[in-house]
């Protein structure tokens, strides 16, 4: 079973220094592939000076995470592909048990670790943690993680379990499904692309898995911060697209609907608390949505499954901001 660990670079030369020697001594017999999003910090030099095992594709510019692996892993044969962020932290042994479930059963598509922070190695990471759960309005959490409160690891989650999604920081996917799919969504640029990506895979009937049999460690927030009016434009818009894209249509316009309304409520409640470019990012990404309103609804009838949608699981009935912030649920246990 030919795996690729694909990492995608763009100005990462510290987490390239800091973490990739433990993606070359511990990846068993995967092919380590460092893409490189035309990095402009010397990442190539480094490579190519301390690394010449790894595998380097040169992108001309920065397409971003979802158009740079969908460039990059056209270059790429294996059987199954890993997408790797650049900070994360491997030990021995963590590719085998994913992959070996995935060989197991081919209706497996994606599959992740458990998800660890870095700094903090006894607590959940929030990029993915013990695998991506949605809500009935597509707000997406985490075993592990409800909006910014993580959980201890205490072992809760070292099952393997069916789930919604799996983290894009650590994403192990079947090479021909990837191809079937179309790959992440160019548009997305970055952030809930991976949640897209496995939703679409769902919609055809495939499954996504947690292995909680193998761990990594995750920095998180490398790219931009969490505060960050862009990454709240990108959540929003992203969050909004996603709904739209993959919800049957007889849900949609109830969906949609409700879904505006909490993130206009999220909007006013950033304003209260001095946030206002991030408030202003909300606004922005709901008119962003509506002026390319065409292109989404292309994109929405071309991945729509054929047919009846297949029974889905990993989708939480009721609405996590409600549970959250009003009802003060801390704990996917306590929904």
């Not at 910090?41 to 380097?56: K, N, T, Y």
Request: glycine share 8%; charged share 20%; net charge positive.
């Amino acid at each position: 079973m030919h795996a690729a660990v694909v990492i995608l670079n763009w100005n990462g030369l510290r987490y390239l220094h800091q973490f990739l020697p433990s993606v070359v001594a511990n990846s068993g017999n995967c092919e380590i592939i460092v893409a490189d999003n035309a990095s402009t910090d010397g990442s190539i030099a480094f490579l190519q000076e301390h690394f010449p095992q790894v595998r380097l594709i040169l992108l001309p510019e920065n397409y971003g995470f979802c158009e740079g692996y969908n460039k990059a892993l056209q270059q790429v044969e294996a059987k199954y592909y890993v997408l790797l962020n650049s900070d994360v932290d491997v030990p021995p042994g963590w590719t085998e048990p994913v992959l070996q479930l995935m060989e197991q059963d081919p209706e497996i598509a994606v599959c992740q670790p458990k998800i660890l922070a870095q700094q903090h190695p006894g607590f959940f990471e929030y990029a993915g943690a013990g695998g991506g759960m949605l809500d009935a309005l597509a707000y997406p959490f985490c075993r592990g993680r409800l909006f910014e409160t993580l959980e201890e690891d205490k072992g809760q989650y070292n099952d393997v379990q069916e789930v919604f999604w799996a983290t894009g920081a650590c994403m192990f996917v079947r090479a021909d499904v990837y191809r079937q799919l179309g790959g992440l969504e160019p548009a997305f640029f970055a952030h809930m692309e991976e949640i897209d990506f496995c939703w679409r895979a769902k919609n055809v009937g495939y499954k996504v898995m947690y292995n909680g049999h193998s761990q990594v460690y995750h920095v998180g927030g490398g790219t931009l911060h969490k505060s960050n009016p862009r990454k709240t434009y990108l959540n929003f818009r992203n969050g909004l697209a996603l709904l739209y894209k993959n919800t049957p249509s007889k849900e949609l316009l109830s969906s949609m609907m409700l879904r505006v309304l909490l993130d206009w409520v999220a909007a006013f409640r950033m304003v209260l608390a001095g946030q206002k470019k991030d408030a202003q990012a909300v606004l922005k990404a709901h008119a962003d949505l509506i002026r390319n309103r065409s292109y989404w609804r292309r994109r929405r009838k071309e991945q729509q499954p054929k047919g009846n949608f297949p029974h889905i699981s990993g989708v939480y009935k009721g609405s996590i901001v409600w549970k959250y912030f009003i009802q003060q649920k801390r704990t996917v246990k306590d929904l």
